[in-house]
């Protein structure tokens, strides 16, 4: 399964003309997650190879307006495109307390009715994500009834044993959330793919006198057989080693991370995505606004032991690489040498509008 991300938005505040408000898809077999929707995504969306409709969940890691700004645009806009064909399964939407609200009000004020279905999940966040004072009550704004098409969501708590939220686990992945500290409750994102069975081991069939047919699927399936001749073959006979899943972390704003959660889920990724505001020199400012600079974000990566780190969500003052001089103030390019200083020269990528970095698959070990 080919599996890529791709960097819709990757400016701090505002969307500027070089740099999107946050916004990130990671797209598998045909459909697509996406990770915060700020202003503008949905013209991002059609600026770039990958087609709105076909995402099925969004997560939203906080909420500040350059990350969830742009949704109820985004999901009126599929609705109109989708409207003959409404998909029947509901888009599954996660993110802080106060989104479903915001969704309803949105749609409420602005007389718009989705044609498909459509959940919030909502994670519960904790005082200690944010500066004493910060975290606000939005219970006062609680909506009285649903509106059409919205299916009830979950309430989601802090598993507080394993200091994570468990947001979908169906048969192809695990998807966890941890607690960041920002000027908000902020969550970061663990996606990982669940393990699958290796392959059969051709050689190894033949060996053992498995005739082609039924007794393949069997085995692949993880159940023993037995031969006409009384023979039992189990499936770790003939199968090669299981195939390990890839992970994906995206972690929303932050100047931290809260409790163990996120190095244990972070743990050994395959891609990290982590923000960088501001340079190194100005680290006071970016822990004071709840950010991060490349060498916070490096230093969590190392200690993660992530295969890849990819910085983002850049202060507008970093131009792409492109359109910045050589030498000139605020040279994008000091943010990548300041990570990769912290990582024993390790690269690191900096991600810009419409970067596509691909997650290729995990090679299985034979057993021969
Ligand atoms: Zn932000
Ligand atoms: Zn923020």
Known sequence: MSMDVTFLGTGSAYPSPTRGASAIALRFEGACWLFD?????QTQFMKSQLKAGRITKIFITHLHGDHFFGL????????????????????????PVGLRNFIWKTMELSHSELTFP???????????????????????????????????GRTILLDSAEESYVLVNDEQFLVKAFRLFHRIPSF????????RPGRLNAQKLKDLGVPPGPAYGKLKNGVTVVLENGVKVS??????KPIPGR?????????????????KLCFEADLLVHEATLDNAHMDKAKEYGHSTPQMAAEFAKMCKVKKLVLTHFS??????LLSGEGEADDIRELKKQAESVLDFQEVTLAEDFMVIDIPKKKTISIT
């Open 235 to 240: 499936p770790q006979d003939v199968l090669e």
């Open 247 to 263: 992970k994906i972390c995206i972690l929303g704003d932050c100047s931290g991370v809260v409790g163990d959660g996120g190095v």
């Open 72 to 95: 109820p645009g985004l999901l009126c806009t599929i609705s109109l495109q989708n409207s003959s064909s409404a998909s029947k399964t509901p888009m599954e939407i996660y993110g």
């Open 316 to 321: 507008q003052r970093y131009k792409p690489h």
């Open 37 to 41: 929707c700020g202003e503008g995504t």
């Open 118 to 152: 459509y959940i919030v999940h909502e994670l519960v966040p904790t005082e200690d994500q944010c500066p004493p004072g910060e975290l606000k009550d939005f219970s006062s704004l609680d909506k009285m009834d649903s509106i059409p098409k919205e299916i009830q």
């Open 188 to 195: 970061g994102f663990s996606v990982a793919e669940k393990e």
